[in-house]
């Protein structure tokens, strides 16, 4: 019965941390997200992994970090307006923030060579 309960265990762990890979980061990596998110005007926020997300275009006005309470991590936070011109605020994960690369739209994560599963290929981008 204990096996079976610690198994119950890890398999949701494994299964809920997919949904949380790269928002607490180390100073150096949210620099280093702040940085090219300045330089990006349209991003696409979309946790693929999850099954109700749908992807949300965000124009980009403001882009910054801050360091969570506990001061060893820190979050990366865009503010800007979505396609309904609808102002917003999210704090990032950035496995699920894609960014054009090209003509394809890629997880940030994986751009800036952060370990993470964004749980879908480079898709087209289409705005």
Same mark, same amino acid.
């Given at each position: 019965? %204990?096996?079976t309960? +610690? +198994?119950?265990?890890?398999?949701?762990?494994?299964?809920?941390s =997919?949904?949380? /890979?790269l /928002?607490?980061?180390t /100073?150096? /990596?949210?620099? %280093?997200?702040?940085?090219?998110?300045? @330089?990006?005007?349209?991003?696409? +926020?979309?946790?693929? $992994?999850? !099954?109700?997300?749908?992807? @949300?275009?965000?124009?980009v006005?403001?882009?910054?970090?801050?360091?969570?309470? !506990?001061? @060893?991590?820190?979050?990366?936070?865009?503010?800007? =307006?979505?396609?309904?011109?609808?102002?917003?605020e999210?704090?990032l994960?950035?496995?699920?923030?894609?960014?054009? @690369?090209? %003509?394809?739209?890629?997880s +940030?994560?994986?751009?800036?060579?952060?370990?993470?599963d964004? $749980?879908?290929?480079?898709?087209?981008?289409?705005?």
């Amino acid at each position: 019965m %204990k096996k079976t309960i +610690l +198994l119950f265990v890890l398999l949701c762990t494994a299964f809920f941390s =997919r949904a949380d /890979q790269l /928002q607490a980061l180390t /100073q150096a /990596q949210a620099e %280093k997200a702040v940085g090219y998110l300045k @330089k990006e005007p349209i991003v696409i +926020l979309w946790c693929s $992994c999850c !099954d109700s997300e749908t992807p @949300k275009k965000i124009t980009v006005n403001e882009v910054f970090y801050k360091k969570y309470p !506990d001061g @060893k991590y820190y979050s990366v936070v865009l503010k800007g =307006r979505d396609e309904s011109g609808k102002e917003v605020e999210e704090y990032l994960d950035l496995a699920y923030v894609f960014v054009k @690369k090209g %003509k394809k739209a890629k997880s +940030l994560g994986k751009v800036l060579k952060f370990e993470c599963d964004p $749980c879908t290929q480079p898709f087209e981008w289409s705005i």
